[in-house]
């Protein structure tokens, strides 16, 4: 590096650690955003708590209400410090604690989805030792009964619940519906005549899909599981109230009610988003989102909306869905337990609960906050809410749930966006649940061993096969193999074992939380007669291939453009170039973030308004099938073209000036030019080009993940997501490393036939090093 | 060859639509971040916000978990690209300037392995980690990270160790320097630039890391910066006025050290025929 490019690159550190430590130095404080408490407290408990619930939430009203609730705390227990981590979205919280658990390093304190207790219920300790009865008698009473063991052990102190309701403005709607049918008609008729959203609701393939909607199966009666934990939604009477509901889903579609952007609503701030745009005229929401709308809205604005229990097939029946996280203690030490159940009662003595419902606008679920503090009986928000809660239903919490959502997030979406009747899906969803029952019943069950040679294989011969190639003669320079060494052994263990592990692990049942596995072809069975396998193949195909010949042709398109303006001497040639760069430094989980606040799909979204300003929008851009797996492959393409040009311009650079003499001599066109001499010369740039942005769509998932997560339904699921998805949500490492195992195939394959080239392309690329 | 005016003209129009295309959305980024929740929502949107307001900035500064996601990124970044640069080096100039039994096989190993992506490789290398201890730890993340980065970095300094004439380690071997010294003081320095080009294109490999930090860590105050961003997202409410804040606080360092030192990303570029 040249000395100025040195000092400059000292100084952009320099300016750029100030930022992190000047935050870090106020470290002394008893709350910053990684500790509570005394930094010398000497007994120190690991809390993982979730964003909207603790002193980071990005809510003011909430981050405060924990500040100060924190702050006492931390005052009168001088002896304890809190090493806090906020965990994000659900399931991923969820996976990081199933995998915490599975190695014993789960944390001391976390807040969990009342659901998820039968994940942990080996490892939640019991917490009435140290929680006295007349307390938990204040507490509503299936917050105890839900989170209390057969032997009577109480495991979780439930800390909010919510419920669901139909929100509604009152100047459209004056008379909220109360049936499917009347819903229906009065959002297909105010989406008529009103050119906006009728009626919008959660369809994106995430936990709320399902949990908001279930309400409507319930009130019917339905049942998800029996007492033991067996899933009997797929049998009569159970299945004809789910097929009513999917069909009132599709119905919402097809009668207008609905725009099909409902398939891409992945969180409830999208749906208080299009409330405050002014394109909903009803929605399906939480209990929370009042705050948002009274926030978000003017008071005259906010003035118009009102609430109403969810419209039911029924008229007379009536259902919510309560939700509610639980704080959970795992620590086993009896001293560190007493100090993690002192704080959570802590945290939620009525006082301080009180306090936080009021900034979370979340249900408090103890008696004495109802009664004692007035803004829950006298605010008629609240009031009504809860008596909402009278009909509340919460999920069972069987262990079979998390797989019956998933199934039913994928039957929902296929349903309302048109691609499966209402029966097709729930067959579906019925089998896979059923056969996700009976792997989690006879893994109970089978034996097998936990100490496994096989496993040693892959080790032994991924260490084998380097000192084999340096073993095989006597090195001919003193030494010279020894000085590769370092670098061998670090790709050997990292990279190259894993690799052979991955075959190894495709032929297990292994799950990543468990130690016990046996070998067999099921994961490779499953994958070859999973339907829905051939459906990403094509859409990794579709995505591969629409990127790569995008990229490749922008890519030379610019690399042209610049190349060309570069001999003419015009200016902007460096600008075009970073500006075009700038798209692919940005890490990829971040272009998937900013493409997504680019697409959102009310009529706040920028595109989606320019596209409505000139008359062909807006448009489902992430909740339609074919539109959504366009927009990941313009966001991947718009990220990737820079590497095609760089590559094609460093090409068309080494182009020989005499051959341009030449063309213009002899008076070529521009297309001339291109046809007879730029591509020939190109030609093994363009082909190794062509390779490795195949090698780089076709491992992408890290874009796709914030953008549309896979959905709607599977449409943009490509093979890495899936593989990821099999590993680490379903922590499923056996099925997740035969799919990784097909990737690695086609990564090899490919590798090889950019090896090839490059070694034929070798003294071009070396010339251009040294450049 | 100078054009005629109206031909540059052309050219310098497209140059701008290309460049404004590209950057568009990054713009539109710093114009969320400058605005307030609701502002998020206004209809028409607007590209220059009506109250801008460094709130957001604020917020994520000193509110949220953001500068320790910067110092982990960093510090993972840093301790990644020595480790790689310092395993890298003394391989790349044997394989580059020596023969020995194995030379082929391990550069066509490393070139192949170069190109297969660790996310592939996410549950066996997961399952590594863990054997080891490393869950959750720095140490975890920037072993891996160190490893995932070393063919690239073989290749690319091997192709540069390439170019130094060979007169210049004829001279040092008529000095009866060793092979150590003559890598030290007098290779290194010719290859300085070359270093510089793969140092800055590491840097931005692991900057950009998401799939393996999501696997490895847990604690949120380890995460790096791209897991943070992504932890933004949360439950059941996306904040995108902070998450746009934040997003611009992690773009700015890439974007500049970019513009300062984008020659030695195209040299890292062209000379490794990277993965992209």
């Given amino acids: 590096m040249s000395r100025r490019d040195c000092s400059a690159a000292v100084l952009l550190v320099a300016w750029f650690l100030t930022l992190p430590s000047a935050a870090l130095a106020q470290d002394d404080g008893l709350i910053t955003p990684v500790r509570v408490g005394r930094a010398d407290a000497p007994l120190t408990l690991t809390v993982w708590a979730q964003p909207d619930y603790f002193h980071l939430a990005a809510r003011p009203a909430i981050a405060g209400a924990f500040t100060i609730v924190l702050d006492e705390w931390a005052r009168s227990h001088p002896g304890v410090q809190l090493r806090v981590s906020v965990m994000p979205g659900l399931e991923l919280h969820k996976t990081k604690l199933q995998l915490a658990a599975a190695a014993g390093r789960l944390p001391d304190v976390a807040s969990i989805d009342s659901y998820w207790l039968p994940l942990f219920v080996d ?123 999917l069909g009132f889903l599709r119905d919402t579609i097809q009668r207008g009610a609905s725009p099909r952007s409902v398939l891409g609503i992945t969180d409830y701030q999208q749906l208080t988003g299009a409330a405050i745009a002014g394109d909903a005229a009803m929605f399906l929401g939480g209990n929370w989102q009042q705050k948002d709308l009274q926030t978000g809205l003017s008071p005259e604005e906010f003035a118009k909306w009102d609430i109403a229990p969810i419209p039911q097939a029924d008229a007379n029946t009536r259902s919510t869905g309560t939700g509610g996280w639980v704080w959970v203690v795992f620590a086993k030490d009896p001293e560190r337990r007493k100090a993690a159940v002192e704080f959570i009662r802590d945290v939620e003595a009525p006082a301080h609960a009180a306090r936080i419902s009021q900034a979370t606008g979340h249900l408090p679920v103890r008696r004495s906050v109802y009664r004692d503090f007035p803004i829950f009986s006298q605010d008629s928000w609240y009031r009504r809410f809860g008596d909402m809660l009278v009909d509340g239903h919460a999920r069972p919490a069987a262990l079979i749930y998390p797989e019956i959502s998933q199934q039913l997030q994928l039957a929902i979406g296929a349903v309302v966006s048109g691609d499966k009747s209402p029966e097709q899906a729930l ?54 193999a020894w000085w590769t060494l370092p670098a061998t052994a670090l790709v050997t263990i990292i990279l190259f074992y894993p690799m052979l592990d991955l075959l190894r692990l495709s032929l297990t049942d292994a799950t990543i939380a468990g130690r016990r596995y046996a070998y067999t072809l099921a994961s490779y069975q499953a994958l070859l007669t999973d339907a829905s396998f051939y459906g990403m193949v094509l859409v990794t195909v579709i995505f591969v291939a629409g990127s790569v010949m995008l990229q490749l042709a922008i890519g030379f398109a610019i690399a042209w453009l610049i190349d060309a303006a570069r001999r003419r001497r015009a200016p902007g040639t460096i600008v075009a170039r970073v500006a075009v760069v700038s ?103 363009i082909a190794l080009n062509l390779v490795l942005i195949t090698i780089a769509s076709f491992n992408t998932f890290d874009l796709i993940i914030p953008l549309t997560g896979g959905g709607p339904a599977r449409r943009t699921e490509v093979i890495s997501l899936f593989m990821y998805r099999l590993g680490f949500f379903d922590l499923q490492a056996g099925r997740a490393a035969a799919v990784a195992v097909v990737m690695l ?15 034929r392309d070798e003294p071009v690329s070396r010339e251009a090093a040294a450049s | 060859m100078i054009a005629a005016p109206r031909q540059r003209l052309f050219f310098v129009l497209g140059l701008v639509a290309v460049a404004a295309g590209f950057l568009l959305p990054q713009i539109w980024l710093l114009s969320l971040s400058l605005k307030s929740k609701a502002g998020m929502f206004e209809y028409p949107p607007t590209w220059i916000p009506r109250a801008a307001s460094a709130a957001n900035y604020r917020f994520v500064l000193t509110q949220s978990q953001v500068p320790w996601y910067l110092w982990n990124s960093l510090v993972v970044a840093m301790f990644a690209s020595a480790a790689t640069l310092a395993v890298a080096t003394p391989a790349a100039y044997v394989l580059s300037r020596e023969r020995f039994r194995g030379r082929t096989p391990l550069l066509a190993s490393l070139l192949v392995i170069q190109m297969v992506s660790p996310v592939i490789l996410l549950v066996p290398i997961y399952g590594i980690i863990e054997r080891l201890g490393l869950i959750d730890t720095r140490a975890g993340l920037i072993l891996v990270y160190a490893a995932m980065q070393v063919p690239f970095t073989v290749w690319v300094l091997k192709n540069f160790f390439d170019a130094v004439p060979a ?63 992504f932890s933004f997202q949360s439950g059941y409410d996306t904040d995108w006025h902070l998450l746009a804040a934040a997003s611009f606080i992690a773009l700015v360092p890439v974007i500049a050290v970019f513009v300062v030192l984008q020659r030695y990303f195209v040299a890292g570029l062209t000379a490794g025929a990277v993965k992209g």
């Fill in chain 1, 745 to 759: 195939i086609v990564n090899l394959l490919l590798a090889w036939v950019a090896g090839r080239l490059i070694v």
């Fill in chain 1, 427 to 480: 067959d579906q969803a019925w089998a896979a649940v059923n056969a996700e029952y009976a792997r989690q019943t006879s893994s109970r069950s089978a034996n097998r061993s936990s100490v496994d040679p096989i496993a040693w294989i892959p080790l032994a011969a991924a260490v084998v096969f380097p000192l084999a190639v340096f073993w095989r003669g006597r090195s001919d320079s003193a030494g010279a």
């Fill in chain 2, 167 to 229: 007169s210049i380690f004829e001279a040092a071997r008529l000095d009866g320097a060793t092979r150590a010294r003559t890598f030290r003081e007098i290779i290194l320095p010719i290859i300085a630039p070359g270093l510089g080009a793969t140092v800055v294109f590491n840097l931005a490999a692991y900057w950009s890391e998401f799939c393996l930090a999501l696997v490895l860590l847990d604690s949120q105050a380890r995460y790096t910066m791209p897991l943070g961003l």
């Fill in chain 1, 123 to 245: 490892d939640v300790q019991p917490l009435e030792a140290d929680w006295p009865a007349e307390d938990r008698a204040d507490f509503l009473p299936f917050t105890i009964q839900t989170l209390s063991d057969r032997a009577g052990h109480v495991l979780g102190l439930w800390h909010e619940t919510d419920c669901r309701a139909l929100f509604y403005r009152k100047d459209l709607v004056p008379v909220p519906p109360r049936t499917w049918d009347e819903l229906l008609d009065t959002a297909s008729r105010v989406a008529r005549e009103r050119k906006m959203s009728g009626y919008l609701y959660n369809g994106a393939r995430w936990e709320a899909t399902v949990f908001d909607h279930l309400a409507m199966f319930w009130a019917q009666g339905g049942e998800l599981v029996d007492g033991d934990g067996r899933p009997i939604f797929g049998e009569e009477p159970n299945r004809r109230a789910m097929l009513r509901v």
């Fill in chain 1, 583 to 685: 798209a692919w430094v940005i890490p990829g989980v971040l272009a998937g973030v900013l493409w997504k606040i680019l697409l959102i799909e009310n009529r706040s979204g920028i595109v989606n308004y320019y596209l409505g300003r000139i008359g062909i929008g807006p448009l489902p851009l992430i909740s339609s099938p074919i539109l959504a797996l366009v927009s990941v492959i313009v966001a991947n393409v718009w990220r990737g073209c820079a590497f095609s040009m760089i590559l094609l311009y460093a090409g068309l650079q080494r182009v020989p000036r005499e051959l341009h003499e030449a063309a213009d001599l002899e008076g070529f066109s521009a297309w001339q030019r291109l046809r007879w001499l730029l591509i020939p010369q190109l030609a093994p740039v």
